[in-house]
C-alpha cells in the first residue's frame, strides 16, 4: 500500500509489518512511478490555490506555466525574478508563491508579509528583490504561512523551487533560455527505440 509521510512516498506491506522508502521504477518504460505519483500531487495541491494568492507576471500570450517557491533575500530568487520579463518573453507565466526558508519570524518572513499586504504586489515584489524597503499596513492573510507549508509538504530544501505544469519540481535556477528549451524537450514526443 502507498502512504504519505510528511512529503514523503513510502509504501507499507499488508499486514502493516514492513515499510519500504524507495522509488518504484517500470524497468519497461523505465519510468519513476514514484516521481509521477509525486507530481500528480503536486499538481493537485496547486490547482486547490487560489491564483488571488500568489503574485503572477505574465505575458498576454503564453504556453507554459511555471509555479516559484520564492524567498524574497535569495540570490537566485532575485536573479530569476530580474529576468522575469525574459521568461515572459518566451511564453512562460510566472506564478510566485512565498517561501521564507527562514520561517516564521524570521526577517524575510516578515518581508514576504509586506510584500503580500501591498496594494501593488507585484511592484512590492519587484522592490524587496532589489533590496529596497516595503512597508505595507499589517495584515494577517495566512497567506505565507499556507505558501510556506506547502512547499514543506512538496519537499523544498531551498530556493527557487519551480513547479512544472506537470507537477515536476526543479530545485534550483534554471536561466529563461535553459528553462525554455527544458520546457520544450519535456512536450516532445519520446525518439523510438533506434531513433537519435
Known sequence: YEVRIGPKLAYVSADARYVLQAEIIDLATSEN???ARREGLRRAALASLSESSMIIFA???YTDTITVF????CGYCRKLHQQVADYNARGIRVRYLAFPR???????WQDAEKV????DRRTALTRAKRGEKVTAPD??????AQHFNLG??????????????SGEL???YLSPAELADYLAESKAPPAKVGQR
Not at 116 to 119: G, L, P, Q, R, T
Not at 152 to 165: E, K, N, S
Open 170 to 172: 526543479i530545485g534550483g
Open 33 to 35: 512511478l514514484t516521481e
Open 70 to 73: 520564492t524567498d524574497i533575500d
Open 116 to 119: 503580500w499586504c501591498s496594494a
Open 152 to 165: 514543506r509538504d512538496f519537499g523544498l530544501q531551498g530556493t527557487p523551487g519551480i513547479v512544472l505544469d
Open 139 to 144: 495584515c494577517k492573510t495566512g497567506i505565507i
Open 102 to 108: 527562514s520561517g516564521p519570524g524570521a526577517p524575510s
Open 59 to 61: 505575458p498576454a500570450k
